[in-house]
């Protein structure tokens, strides 16, 4: 007997065929009480990455639409097919459909967003689906990198500007399947000499706690969650070949290969989970 297996990454879900849209909503109801009934409906078919409920066109009829964005997309599937055409809460049928083209300018200029720009989200994808005691987070190294010659760092920009660089090295650990992977952050900003010793303070605070959490995030890039139809869960993790890791009985120890750390830059930018819809599906005849 095959066993259905539904595979699950911490990346931002792009596909079509993981987003589903709500149309037909009545405007006798709060978007926040369409929100509320929309994540009841939908969260019970698995994880969501994104709902939002927005009001219907000025040309067109009063009402709502609702965009649902899953991360898998079996389980965006089962709930297309378990919800449309039905009244869900209200007292006439929702129509719900699959996204049939997203302008690929909208995600520009990286195809494949990662899920760096809300670390909460990870956190979220993992509770649901292996709880919150199965997994955790440690620190192996958090440092400054500011005067980090062999990482490409520069001292100072000039006599009035002095630039501040963290790098961390998280784990990230996964008790009840005896599996672990590790992750590199980094975190800068150029601040002016004379700013309060106090301020400057805060800001090396604020960019060690940012190196940390991209250094979790690229943690949690590695790994696959693999939901099976019994609704057990599996994990595998994408190890890189070339990566050197901390050796577990050398303590205080890190060995750390040749990296460019322009890798890590731009996880900087922030992505905008709320993009702009430029969006169009098949709508019945």
Not at 13 to 23: A, D, Q, Y
Not at 99 to 126: D, E, G, M, W
Not at 230 to 256: F, Q, R, T
């Amino acid at each position: 007997m095959d066993i259905e297996v539904d595979i699950i990454d911490f990346k931002v879900p792009l596909e079509n065929n993981k987003t589903i849209f709500v149309w037909d909503i009545q405007p006798t109801f709060s978007e926040a009480y369409i929100y509320e009934s929309l994540w009841s409906v939908y969260s019970a078919f698995g994880a969501l990455y994104l709902l939002k409920v927005c009001p219907n066109a000025t040309v067109a009829e009063p009402g709502f639409y609702a965009m649902v964005k899953f991360y898998s997309s079996a389980q965006a599937s089962k709930a297309q097919r378990a919800t449309d055409k039905q009244c869900l809460f209200q007292s006439s049928p929702l129509k719900v459909l699959f996204c049939k083209y997203v302008s690929y300018y909208l995600f520009q200029p990286i195809p494949q967003v990662r899920l760096s720009t809300n670390l909460s989200k990870c956190h979220n994808l993992a509770n649901h689906y292996l709880g919150f005691g199965g997994w955790s987070t440690r620190i192996i190294t958090l440092k400054d990198i500011s005067r980090c010659v062999d990482a490409g760092c520069q001292e100072e920009t000039d006599d009035q500007s002095v630039l501040l660089k963290y790098g961390c090295i998280a784990d990230l650990t996964f008790q009840q399947h005896g599996m672990s992977c590790q992750g590199v952050g980094v975190a800068e900003e150029i601040i002016d000499n004379d700013r309060d010793p106090e301020e400057k303070l805060r800001k090396r605070g604020m960019l060690m706690k940012r190196a940390k959490d991209k250094a979790v995030v690229a943690a949690f890039e590695k790994v696959l969650l693999m939901i099976l139809g019994n609704g057990k869960v599996a994990i595998e993790i994408k190890y890189d070949p070339d990566e050197i890791l901390p050796e577990e009985n050398s303590e205080g120890v890190i060995k750390v290969n040749d990296i460019s750390w322009n890798e890590f830059e731009d996880a900087d930018s922030n992505t905008e989970e709320d993009f702009p819809w430029d969006l169009t599906v098949d709508l019945p005849h």
